[in-house]
């Protein structure tokens, strides 16, 4: 049963079935069309911006999500029990990534006390994590925004074809099908911006929260080597 349903299924796809292009290539809809309706150019830049905001952030965020913390503590422990407090500055100075500038904001404080030493660390850290979440405000912003402006588009449509049934007198399909597929794409596409930004953000986001307490974690490690240092001198 299963092999003789499966050239009806064949037939029945097309791959334009999932784009739902069709609504331009049939002809109810020209290309140029979406773009004489103010809502589809909106949906167009918030799309084109998605996809900014979404290559930027995980290039930025990617690169930084990998790193080794034991071995930068262990290069940092090896300078301090040399005594030179200095070399391990600069030895963090050559990397500009969140972990090497939070524990060089602690050592170049460390004739402070380990509870100052740590919340100098910890506001360096916070700009950090800043940084890192940079440009996320305008992902969520996109997320909330493109199906509201999706669902503008339906209205939008809607009106537009109701207009065209009012203005002729008749409701055929050729008189409100170009507003009923516009009214219908639009919230497709709104959809679709906002489900393909979503996972990004919560990605990026949780990206940040565990590089972060990896961090802190390393900062509070480097506050114990500090202690343990100063107890033996």
Do not use: C
């Not at 739902?20 to 799309?47: E, H, K, P, S």
């Not at 679709?192 to 949780?206: F, R, S």
Request: charged letters at 15%.
């Amino acid at each position: 049963m299963i092999f003789v349903a499966l050239p009806a299924l064949q037939e029945s796809f097309n791959i334009l079935n999932i784009f739902r292009i069709y609504a331009v290539v049939d002809g109810v809809v020209t290309f140029m069309g979406f773009f004489d309706n103010l809502t589809m150019v909106l949906l167009l830049i918030t799309f084109v911006s998605a996809l900014i905001l979404i290559g930027e952030r995980l290039f930025y965020v990617l690169r930084r999500k990998t790193f080794n913390a034991n071995r930068v503590l262990a290069d940092v422990q090896r300078y301090l029990e040399e005594g030179d407090v200095d070399g391990a500055i600069a030895y963090l100075k050559r990397t500009d990534h969140p972990l090497h500038n939070t524990l060089r904001a602690g050592l170049e404080n460390i004739h402070l006390t380990l509870d100052q030493m740590y919340d100098m660390m910890d506001s360096v850290l916070s700009h950090e994590r800043n940084k890192l979440l940079k440009f996320t405000s305008g992902m969520s912003s996109i997320i909330a925004v493109a199906p509201l402006l999706g669902l503008f588009g339906t209205v939008d449509g809607l009106i537009d074809a109701f207009h065209q049934i009012a203005v002729t007198g008749t409701g055929g399909p050729e008189v409100v099908g170009k507003g009923i597929s516009t009214a219908l794409v639009t919230t497709w596409w709104g959809l679709i911006i906002a489900m393909l930004t979503i996972p990004i953000y919560n990605y990026v986001t949780n990206t940040v929260d565990i590089i972060t307490t990896k961090i802190d974690n390393a900062a509070r490690r480097l506050l114990i080597i500090v202690s343990q240092l100063q107890k033996a001198s």
